[in-house]
């Protein structure tokens, strides 16, 4: 039998919750893989079993595993007898398989749980490891092997695997909870929201636009970024606020140097009426301490106060070469660094205020209608969904409608209305 066998790391210590998680990170598993030929077959000691049909495609399954959160790593497996020769044969059989690694060196570790077959553990690795040095011409290496073939040989029947890959970390999908993500098209807001998506919350996007005085560009990359994203989540939500209209307003009445904070401030309230709308119970930013004007420590005490739902900054106290390294592993980097004009320059100075005060922001608003201005960018707001894998999942607005892995489902203009697509 050829299985894949899954190590969660960390969700082994959640006590009385450990039910749960364990339950939605098989689910996670099954919509990761569903498309991919691998069947569910067991729970077991602290780790899963899944089968792998024989067409599977093992770097499909790989890429897919290595994207659900809650695993900490996992390795190809199978199931054999106790008989040693078949047992060699069967191991060698599974690493010929295509798909496989061709490690450099190698070693077998074997473990007994049942001591009575008359062989120490040593020498059923002598033996596996001649066969399996003479069918693959790997090198033995026992200090430091590339890769490490484990055998446990149970009652009546051999459980093996074959090295270890990593897995994404993190808790399930699901069981943290929702966030409403303030998503720019920047480098660092993605990396952010992956990092609240990877400790458990099931992320809903929002990004501000400033079509039509700008181009299509930021929203495009918004909509790249939320696809992508989705590969770890599964399905997705982006809203798509127009914010021209509010800017135009402030360029009426507010001082230049505030309007980046008074912006901040009104993507906040926005953000907030959707993250209550879809239940979401946090707002995130791609923040950094110092990184420019609108992100010193004044002024986001300035900004939060627009909003009574927490705002993570999950990026707090990173450098940006980190940042931007953590963009490249993720896959968001190219898309992050295509052209676009940014909604918050948008008539706003070279050198706004690095520090504005409450009372000050609150005056300069006194002329703008705030609650009108936060309604009618709801109302405005588009809405896409995004699903992945896209085989065998329906979509409510567009059945049949396929377009690719992860492509953006349907655009809904006409505002915020109605739950998220499914519950989590
Ligand atoms: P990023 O790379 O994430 O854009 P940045 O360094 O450019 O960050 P700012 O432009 O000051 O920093 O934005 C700070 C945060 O505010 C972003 O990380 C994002 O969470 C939010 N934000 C800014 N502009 C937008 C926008 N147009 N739509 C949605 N969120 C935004
Ligand atoms: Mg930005």
């Given at each position: 039998m050829?299985?894949?066998?899954?190590?969660y790391?960390?969700?082994?210590?959640?006590?009385?919750?450990?039910?749960?998680?364990m339950?939605?990170l098989?689910?996670?598993?099954?919509?990761?893989?569903a498309?991919?030929?691998?069947?569910?077959?067991?729970v077991?000691?602290?780790?899963?079993?899944?089968?792998?049909a024989?067409?599977?495609?093992?770097d499909?399954?790989?890429?897919?595993?290595?994207r659900?959160?809650?695993i900490?790593?996992?390795a190809?497996?199978?199931?054999?007898?106790?008989?040693?020769?078949?047992?060699?044969?069967?191991i060698?059989?599974?690493?010929?398989?295509?798909?496989?690694?061709?490690?450099?060196s190698f070693?077998?570790?074997?473990?007994?749980?049942?001591?009575?077959?008359?062989?120490?553990?040593?020498?059923?690795?002598?033996?596996?490891?001649?066969m399996v040095q003479?069918?693959k011409?790997?090198?033995?290496?026992?200090?430091n092997?590339?890769?490490?073939?484990?055998?446990?040989?149970?009652?009546?029947?051999?459980?093996?695997?074959?090295?270890?890959?990593?897995g994404?970390?993190?808790?399930?999908?699901?069981?943290?909870?929702?966030?409403?993500?303030?998503?720019?098209?920047?480098?660092d807001?993605?990396?952010?929201?992956?990092?609240?998506?990877?400790r458990?919350?099931?992320?809903y996007?929002i990004?501000?636009?400033?079509?039509?005085?700008?181009?299509?560009?930021?929203?495009?990359?918004?909509?790249?970024?939320?696809?992508?994203l989705?590969?770890?989540?599964?399905?997705?939500?982006?809203?798509?606020?127009?914010?021209?209209?509010?800017?135009?307003?402030?360029?009426?009445?507010?001082d230049?140097?505030?309007?980046?904070?008074?912006?901040?401030r009104?993507m906040?309230?926005?953000a907030?009426q959707?993250?209550?709308?879809?239940?979401?119970?946090?707002?995130?930013?791609?923040?950094?301490?110092?990184?420019?004007?609108s992100?010193?420590?004044?002024?986001?005490?300035?900004?939060?106060?627009?909003?009574?739902?927490?705002?993570l900054?999950?990026l707090i106290?990173?450098?940006k070469?980190?940042?931007?390294?953590?963009?490249?592993?993720?896959?968001?980097?190219?898309?992050?660094?295509?052209p676009?004009?940014?909604?918050?320059?948008?008539?706003?100075?070279?050198?706004?205020?690095?520090?504005?005060?409450?009372?000050?922001?609150?005056?300069?608003?006194?002329?703008?209608?705030?609650?009108?201005?936060?309604?009618?960018?709801?109302a405005?707001?588009?809405v896409?969904?995004?699903?992945?894998?896209?085989?065998?999942?329906?979509?409510?607005?567009?059945?049949?409608?396929?377009r690719?892995?992860?492509?953006?489902?349907?655009?809904?203009p006409?505002?915020v209305?109605?739950?998220?697509?499914?519950?989590?």
């Amino acid at each position: 039998m050829r299985s894949i066998v899954i190590h969660y790391n960390e969700i082994a210590l959640k006590g009385r919750n450990r039910p749960y998680f364990m339950s939605r990170l098989v689910r996670n598993i099954r919509q990761a893989t569903a498309d991919a030929g691998v069947s569910f077959v067991r729970v077991l000691n602290g780790r899963f079993e899944v089968e792998l049909a024989p067409d599977a495609d093992l770097d499909v399954v790989r890429d897919r595993l290595s994207r659900v959160f809650g695993i900490g790593n996992f390795a190809r497996a199978g199931r054999s007898g106790v008989d040693l020769e078949q047992l060699g044969r069967d191991i060698i059989d599974g690493l010929n398989l295509p798909g496989g690694r061709e490690p450099a060196s190698f070693r077998i570790a074997a473990r007994r749980a049942d001591k009575r077959h008359g062989m120490t553990s040593m020498d059923i690795e002598r033996t596996l490891g001649a066969m399996v040095q003479a069918a693959k011409g790997w090198k033995v290496d026992l200090g430091n092997p590339e890769m490490t073939i484990r055998v446990e040989m149970l009652g009546t029947e051999t459980f093996y695997s074959f090295g270890n890959e990593q897995g994404a970390g993190g808790l399930p999908t699901g069981v943290s909870g929702r966030v409403a993500c303030l998503l720019s098209g920047g480098i660092d807001s993605p990396v952010a929201a992956w990092r609240m998506m990877r400790r458990g919350c099931r992320a809903y996007f929002i990004h501000f636009h400033s079509y039509p005085v700008l181009s299509r560009a930021s929203q495009e990359k918004a909509s790249e970024l939320a696809r992508l994203l989705t590969t770890w989540q599964l399905h997705s939500r982006l809203y798509l606020v127009p914010f021209a209209d509010i800017q135009q307003k402030a360029l009426m009445t507010v001082d230049p140097a505030l309007r980046v904070v008074i912006y901040r401030r009104l993507m906040f309230r926005i953000a907030e009426q959707i993250a209550r709308r879809v239940r979401a119970q946090a707002l995130v930013t791609g923040e950094v301490v110092g990184q420019v004007a609108s992100q010193t420590l004044e002024n986001m005490t300035v900004i939060d106060a627009a909003a009574s739902l927490p705002v993570l900054r999950p990026l707090i106290g990173m450098d940006k070469d980190e940042i931007v390294e953590a963009a490249k592993t993720l896959g968001t980097y190219p898309i992050s660094i295509i052209p676009d004009q940014d909604c918050c320059t948008l008539f706003t100075p070279k050198h706004p205020a690095t520090s504005t005060s409450i009372e000050q922001i609150e005056q300069a608003e006194r002329g703008l209608d705030a609650d009108a201005l936060v309604e009618a960018a709801i109302a405005a707001a588009a809405v896409e969904d995004f699903k992945f894998p896209m085989i065998g999942l329906r979509t409510r607005e567009s059945e049949g409608a396929e377009r690719g892995n992860g492509a953006p489902r349907a655009t809904e203009p006409g505002g915020v209305q109605g739950p998220p697509p499914e519950k989590t």
